[in-house]
């Protein structure tokens, strides 16, 4: 069974390269329009950058596991098609930029070789599926979330429920209640529960950072293992039938709750059940197992000479793990990135000497599991000589930061280039501060929080800031977030706006206050709270003061030109043809994928792109009428109403399509609904064909 299913996977595979192949083509042909072109690249993990003619390729590798061979393998493509840098988001993927779009079904192609993939990294997918870096090895997890989080990933990828939703869609795994993958500002967070000896989740409903952050909901405080990936599937069908689709910056399900109620929301996810391709779904969590494999080898003799050194590393950056005599070594990885060079001899050591296996966090970083307690001298010495012993993991020395004006098309000033400037601060003036894991310092570009700036002990935002006729580079400085575990967290205050060349003062003055007048063991947030938000917008006031500024106020960190507000190159644009004529070509291609899918008798899968089908082709005949398309319920209510006396079906159209969920996917009723799916599509495009030929005899 698995040889099959695996032959059924490359197949797919093979067909999503080639097929982005041949896009590539027919877009530099304009022979399709850019919107759709962007749509299918995005889901191909392929994303423009700030610089002309080249894309950023996001690799997703589940809740951050990467093994020898595939860190090796990313070194080469790195290195073939790009520049040899590889960047760690803060969803646990790694990042490669400047790569010829021409060349992305090759890259794509070589990864695939270990199991690497692109698809749904980027777009308005089911992104990467999070998870705690420690799980499976934390002392304190009820059990490990690892077998759950690549289930869920297995499970939605290429899922017809959600290749076209109206915005992203976010999912994590925490494996304690410490929440260390953030469920409270995912759209799905799970935290691991046990009651009464089962297994189970918590599950956390509809958070989110941008520039309105909102606290996930208690969706259920605890279902069991076997229903987490139904109650999924259910909300993603939901999310994708009443989500916004026209205004992008209301679309991603916190909206949707906010609108119609959280009540009203599990009562649609409720009314999903006889739908779903599962009512229960057991996950194997045999291959997950707790013993420790290791090569069989002989431990190397090295001279610790400084040991005052090493012993900070072992205090800040080594973690015991549940298994007695094994630990974790944390990496710290400035601004996420590291060089090829090093990931190859770092893919060596941990197969060689560890289990054969990295865990990318969510801050960034990199997590080696399973070293043998008499190891850690070796592996002390050999990071040493990768530059990756750096004392500070997951400290207020470790700072987050998206690649901000580096790369990406929306950021408005640099975030790479402060934080910089800020972790000199900090090694040079807070040395003791490496060990200090009680605050966290995140940086952002802009206001859509990629490197979770609103949920920071201290947060930095990007923006501009005026001074007469010109234009300066700024920080919001935000204060007071943080995670408050079992689901909650906390969204930072915006306090105050300073010029960008300032931020460095700004940390001084926060961090010089706090050890000033901060109480015996008081953290940040307690001081915070104590202190209130109007205690430090006066503490930085002077520093917005914009009638002072020289000229190096005026040039960004890391440049030497003047400031200026910009949202980057655009990607170049494409020819754009008839959206109706492109919408019917979606519709008539996914009734094909339909058809196709019933014959390998995924049941579930059939009915949904035939499902599509209906509300494209619907859609179609709406736009040309300039009516809205908002939402895929809104599209069926209209055409409804605006069509029912020209396109006649055998009952109404919202009966018509609803027909999906009040009946199980079995194969009788799939085999009817693509055929009224395929019925609906001749109808509507026999109609279409009438209008235009009117409209032609009219002109002549």
Same mark, same amino acid.
């Not at 499970?155 to 795994?173: A, D, Y």
């Not at 961090?511 to 953290?523: A, I, P, Y």
């Not at 003061?545 to 190159?569: A, C, E, H, M, P």
């Given at each position: 069974?698995?040889?099959?299913?695996?032959?059924?996977?490359?197949?797919?595979?093979?067909?999503?390269? #080639?097929?982005?192949?041949?896009?590539?083509?027919?877009?530099?042909?304009?022979?399709?329009?850019?919107?759709?072109?962007?749509?299918?690249?995005?889901?191909?993990?392929?994303?423009?950058?700030?610089?002309?003619?080249?894309?950023?390729?996001?690799?997703?590798?589940?809740?951050?596991?990467?093994?020898? &061979?595939?860190?090796?393998?990313?070194?080469?493509?790195?290195?073939?098609?790009?520049?040899?840098?590889?960047?760690?988001?803060?969803?646990?993927?790694?990042?490669?930029?400047?790569?010829?779009?021409?060349?992305?079904?090759?890259?794509?192609?070589?990864?695939?070789?270990?199991?690497?993939?692109?698809? &749904?990294?980027?777009?308005? @997918?089911?992104?990467?599926?999070?998870?705690?870096?420690?799980?499976?090895?934390?002392?304190?997890?009820?059990?490990?979330?690892?077998?759950?989080?690549?289930?869920?990933?297995?499970?939605?990828?290429?899922?017809?429920?959600?290749?076209? *939703?109206?915005?992203?869609?976010?999912?994590?795994?925490?494996?304690?209640?410490?929440?260390?993958?953030?469920?409270?500002?995912?759209?799905?967070?799970?935290?691991?529960?046990?009651?009464?000896?089962?297994?189970?989740?918590?599950?956390?409903?509809?958070?989110?950072?941008?520039?309105?952050? =909102?606290?996930?909901?208690?969706?259920?405080?605890?279902?069991?293992?076997? +229903?987490?990936?139904?109650?999924?599937?259910?909300?993603?069908?939901?999310?994708?039938?009443?989500?916004?689709? !026209?205004?992008?910056?209301?679309?991603?399900?916190?909206?949707?709750?906010?609108?119609?109620?959280?009540?009203?929301?599990?009562?649609?996810?409720?009314? &999903?059940?006889?739908?779903?391709?599962?009512?229960?779904?057991?996950?194997?969590?045999?291959?997950?197992?707790?013993?420790?494999?290791?090569?069989?080898?002989?431990?190397?003799?090295?001279? #610790?000479?400084? !040991?005052?050194?090493?012993?900070?590393?072992?205090?800040?950056?080594?973690?015991? $793990?549940?298994?007695?005599?094994?630990?974790?070594?944390?990496?710290?990885?400035?601004?996420?990135?590291?060089?090829?060079?090093?990931? =190859?001899?770092?893919?060596?050591?941990?197969?060689?000497?560890?289990?054969?296996?990295?865990?990318?966090?969510?801050?960034?970083?990199?997590?080696?599991?399973?070293?043998?307690?008499?190891?850690?001298?070796?592996?002390?010495?050999?990071?040493?000589?990768?530059?990756?012993?750096?004392?500070?993991?997951?400290?207020?020395?470790?700072?987050?930061?998206?690649?901000?004006?580096?790369?990406?098309?929306?950021?408005?000033?640099?975030?790479?280039?402060?934080?910089?400037?800020?972790?000199?601060?900090?090694?040079?003036?807070?040395?003791?501060?490496?060990?200090?894991?009680?605050?966290?310092?995140?940086?952002?570009?802009? *206001?859509?929080?990629?490197?979770?700036?609103? *949920?920071?002990?201290?947060?930095?935002?990007? *923006?501009? #800031?005026?001074?007469?006729?010109?234009?300066?580079?700024?920080? $919001?400085?935000?204060?007071?977030?943080?995670?408050?575990?079992?689901?909650?967290?906390?969204?930072?205050?915006?306090?105050?706006?300073?010029?960008?060349?300032?931020?460095?003062?700004?940390?001084?003055?926060?961090?010089?206050?706090?050890?000033?007048?901060?109480?015996?063991?008081?953290?940040?947030?307690?001081?915070?709270?104590?202190?209130?938000?109007?205690?430090?917008? =006066?503490?930085?006031?002077?520093?917005?003061?914009?009638?002072?500024?020289?000229?190096?106020?005026?040039?960004?960190?890391?440049?030497?030109?003047?400031?200026?507000?910009?949202?980057?190159?655009?990607?170049?644009?494409?020819?754009?043809?008839?959206?109706?004529?492109?919408?019917?070509?979606?519709?008539?291609?996914?009734?094909? $994928?339909?058809?196709?899918?019933?014959?390998?008798?995924?049941?579930?899968?059939?009915?949904?792109?035939?499902?599509?089908?209906?509300?494209?082709?619907?859609?179609?005949?709406?736009? @040309?009428?300039?009516?809205?398309?908002?939402?895929?319920?809104?599209?069926?209510?209209?055409?409804?109403?605006?069509?029912?006396?020209?396109?006649?079906?055998?009952?109404?159209?919202?009966?018509?399509?609803?027909?999906? +969920?009040?009946?199980?996917?079995?194969?009788?009723?799939?085999?009817?609904?693509?055929?009224?799916?395929?019925?609906?599509?001749?109808?509507?495009?026999?109609?279409?064909?009438?209008?235009?030929?009117? &409209?032609?005899?009219?002109?002549?």
């Amino acid at each position: 069974m698995q040889s099959f299913r695996k032959e059924i996977e490359n197949k797919l595979v093979e067909r999503d390269i #080639i097929n982005l192949e041949n896009k590539i083509s027919l877009y530099y042909q304009g022979k399709i329009d850019e919107a759709r072109f962007k749509s299918l690249r995005l889901a191909c993990g392929i994303y423009g950058q700030r610089q002309f003619g080249v894309q950023m390729v996001r690799i997703k590798l589940p809740y951050g596991k990467v093994s020898s &061979e595939q860190l090796h393998r990313i070194a080469e493509v790195s290195d073939k098609y790009s520049r040899g840098r590889l960047h760690i988001t803060t969803r646990q993927d790694i990042q490669i930029h400047h790569v010829s779009l021409d060349r992305t079904p090759e890259l794509w192609a070589e990864l695939e070789k270990d199991e690497i993939t692109l698809r &749904e990294a980027c777009g308005n @997918t089911v992104r990467n599926i999070t998870a705690s870096e420690t799980a499976g090895i934390d002392p304190n997890e009820p059990f490990d979330v690892s077998p759950y989080a690549h289930a869920v990933f297995e499970f939605f990828l290429r899922n017809p429920i959600c290749q076209e *939703m109206g915005r992203k869609f976010k999912i994590s795994f925490s494996g304690t209640d410490d929440d260390t993958a953030l469920s409270f500002m995912n759209d799905l967070g799970f935290i691991a529960k046990l009651k009464e000896g089962n297994r189970g989740f918590k599950i956390m409903l509809a958070g989110g950072l941008g520039s309105q952050p =909102r606290q996930a909901d208690i969706m259920y405080e605890f279902v069991e293992e076997d +229903k987490i990936i139904p109650v999924i599937e259910a909300v993603l069908r939901v999310f994708d039938r009443y989500g916004e689709r !026209t205004i992008r910056t209301r679309a991603r399900l916190k909206f949707l709750i906010k609108e119609i109620g959280l009540s009203s929301f599990i009562t649609l996810v409720d009314e &999903e059940q006889k739908a779903l391709s599962y009512q229960s779904y057991k996950i194997d969590t045999a291959n997950f197992n707790e013993e420790i494999i290791l090569p069989e080898i002989k431990t190397p003799l090295v001279k #610790i000479d400084d !040991t005052r050194a090493y012993d900070l590393w072992k205090e800040a950056n080594v973690i015991p $793990q549940k298994q007695q005599g094994f630990f974790a070594i944390g990496i710290k990885v400035r601004l996420g990135d590291f060089y090829t060079d090093k990931a =190859r001899l770092l893919a060596n050591l941990i197969k060689k000497y560890a289990a054969n296996e990295l865990r990318l966090s969510l801050r960034q970083n990199m997590l080696i599991r399973h070293v043998k307690e008499e190891l850690l001298p070796f592996f002390y010495m050999e990071l040493h000589k990768l530059g990756f012993a750096e004392v500070g993991y997951n400290s207020a020395v470790d700072i987050t930061a998206c690649p901000g004006t580096d790369t990406c098309n929306l950021a408005i000033a640099s975030s790479t280039g402060i934080t910089k400037e800020l972790e000199k601060v900090l090694t040079n003036e807070y040395p003791h501060f490496k060990t200090n894991k009680d605050i966290t310092i995140k940086i952002s570009g802009c *206001m859509n929080s990629c490197g979770q700036h609103s *949920m920071a002990h201290i947060g930095f935002q990007g *923006m501009s #800031i005026n001074s007469g006729n010109l234009v300066a580079p700024a920080l $919001q400085v935000l204060l007071g977030g943080g995670i408050v575990g079992n689901g909650k967290g906390r969204f930072s205050d915006k306090v105050i706006k300073i010029p960008s060349k300032r931020g460095p003062e700004a940390l001084r003055y926060l961090l010089n206050d706090f050890e000033t007048n901060r109480k015996s063991k008081e953290t940040f947030l307690s001081y915070y709270d104590r202190k209130q938000e109007n205690y430090f917008y =006066r503490l930085l006031k002077p520093l917005a003061n914009t009638s002072n500024l020289k000229q190096r106020d005026f040039i960004d960190w890391g440049s030497d030109v003047q400031y200026l507000k910009t949202v980057g190159i655009g990607e170049c644009a494409g020819v754009v043809i008839d959206l109706v004529t492109t919408l019917l070509l979606d519709s008539e291609e996914n009734i094909q $994928q339909a058809n196709e899918s019933l014959k390998r008798n995924q049941f579930s899968d059939s009915v949904y792109y035939a499902y599509k089908s209906m509300v494209n082709t619907a859609k179609a005949l709406l736009l @040309t009428k300039g009516e809205k398309t908002n939402t895929q319920a809104g599209i069926i209510s209209q055409f409804e109403k605006l069509f029912s006396d020209e396109i006649t079906l055998e009952t109404q159209f919202s009966k018509f399509v609803y027909q999906i +969920k009040n009946n199980e996917p079995s194969k009788e009723f799939t085999t009817k609904y693509i055929q009224d799916a395929q019925l609906f599509y001749n109808k509507v495009t026999a109609y279409r064909t009438k209008i235009l030929s009117n &409209e032609n005899n009219q002109q002549t």
